[in-house]
């Protein structure tokens, strides 16, 4: 008898679990299944077959852990887990990402394989399970984590039963895709580039593709601030409300939360993070459906990347941790006007009262590496450092910390950098905006005027 799962949002902090070394002669998807198997009638918090404690955070985070479950067991058969989160429509984006998204009601399901249920956009899916058996007859078995009556404390792994095509109901959930894994040593698919404007009439724009894309207008205005990040839009209105969307540039806005007054966003790890009024720090994982977790107060500027969140507090100090969202603050440096962050690298740059740039890579305890003065911005991406002088001048490292200077443009307002889509951005004073690809030494592509912020980012 098959038991159905009480559908429930699924949220949970997205720390990673360890790799197993899987014989190059292997079937992997039979490994797959074996250690999905393995793990049937355990809880969030019954130690697992691998002898560790439920699956990913789950155990300490009680939240649903249908997600955790999957990409679990994925991760510790040598399977990419890149961008997916706790939540269920992670898998739905991930598939479209890798390119191993199948929709289509003639596909014929395969043994790992994800199973997402009643997928509703925006990253957001009721369920996710993962095949362990495909009958003749067109019925498959999967195993799912979180499954059963109850809450994610009493929920265990089981087994569902029923049909198995795209469209067709199992346990009175509708299929809405099969997502195949991706091996870790897949080629990576091209980086998708997206490059988002908030014009001076505060209305927002975004390009996807090329630079010589159209744009497409994704609010009409009364906007204070905006951000891309990989596949994820966010929007700060003048009232401080944020609106959040992820996944194409046409889904519909998902409201976050009030009286905010700064945001930051992280895609692959499906991480959103606020400053409130009134200086408390709060963030959330899983996607646009994460439960929030209190971090810090008295601050005035968060930033996120990959697992990396820091803040500066209103005396000018920066903290930083990385890992869990649990995970202690280190005291990183005082004097502080601006931090920057890209996990990639383990960089962090700041931008210090007086103007002085000072980056360190490695993570949180690496070494400062004095680079420059006279600096009113920054930007960070990789092996990308960009700057903007206080007379205007822009100007872009590649490499090392101790690379040379490379003059880009002058006039400028603002510079931001992509490393992964080789771009570089000049916002200028007169508000025109103009963007290279290709490097440092790329040719540059005017792309618009009258324009108050902009974002690069890819995916």
Not at 148 to 170: D, H, I, K, M
């Amino acid at each position: 008898m098959s038991l159905k799962r009480v559908t429930t949002t699924v949220l949970a902090t997205a720390v990673l679990g360890l790799l197993g070394a899987v014989p190059a002669s292997a079937d992997t998807r039979t490994d797959v299944r074996d250690l999905a198997a393995a793990n049937l009638h355990k809880q969030t918090c019954s130690t697992n077959s691998l002898g560790g404690v439920g699956f990913m955070d789950s155990c300490r985070m009680q939240w649903a852990w249908c997600a955790d479950f999957v990409r679990w067991v994925w991760g510790n058969r040598n399977l990419s887990t890149d961008r997916l989160t706790a939540a269920a429509g992670s898998f739905y984006l991930y598939g479209q990402q890798k390119g191993t998204l199948h929709t289509d009601p003639g596909y014929v399901p395969q043994v790992g394989d994800a199973v997402v249920f009643n997928y509703q956009g925006n990253g957001y899916a009721d369920h996710v399970g993962m095949v362990d058996t495909v009958n003749a007859d067109g019925t498959i078995r999967t195993i799912n984590g979180n499954w059963g009556n109850g809450g994610p404390a009493t929920t265990s792994v089981e087994f569902g039963y029923g049909p198995g095509r795209v469209g067709q109901y199992l346990a009175g959930q509708q299929i809405s895709a099969f997502v195949s894994p991706a091996g870790l040593s897949d080629p990576a698919k091209p980086a998708t580039p997206r490059l988002g404007v908030l014009f001076k009439d505060s209305s927002v724009q975004v390009k996807e593709g090329n630079l010589y894309s159209g744009w497409v207008l994704e609010h009409g205005g009364g906007i204070a601030k905006s951000e891309v990040h990989g596949d994820m839009v966010g929007v700060l209105t003048n009232t401080g409300d944020l609106y959040v969307k992820q996944g194409n540039l046409y889904q519909d806005w998902v409201h976050q939360a009030n009286n905010v007054k700064d945001f930051a966003l992280e895609s692959a790890k499906g991480r959103i993070a606020v400053l409130r009024t009134d200086g408390t720090v709060a963030v959330k994982e899983g996607g646009l459906q994460g439960g929030w977790v209190e971090e810090t107060n008295n601050a005035k500027e968060v930033e996120l990347s990959g697992d990396y969140i820091a803040v500066v507090d209103n005396n000018g100090k920066v903290f930083a941790k990385q890992g869990n969202l649990y995970a202690a603050w280190v005291d990183e440096l005082p004097g502080a006007a601006d931090v920057e962050l890209d996990a990639s690298t383990g960089r962090i740059a700041v931008v210090r009262t007086d103007g002085s740039l000072v980056v360190k890579e490695g993570g949180l305890y690496g070494t400062w590496v004095e680079q420059t003065s006279g600096v009113k911005q920054v930007a960070l991406s990789g092996d990308y450092l960009g700057v903007v002088f206080t007379n205007g001048l822009a100007s872009v490292k590649q490499g090392n910390l101790y690379a040379n200077w490379i003059n880009q443009i002058s006039g400028a307002a603002e510079i931001k950098v992509d490393a992964p889509s080789a771009r570089v951005g000049v916002l200028r004073e007169d508000g025109s905006l103009t963007v290279k690809e290709g490097g440092p030494y790329g040719a540059w592509v005017e792309q618009t005027g009258g324009v108050g912020d902009f974002g690069l980012t890819s995916y």
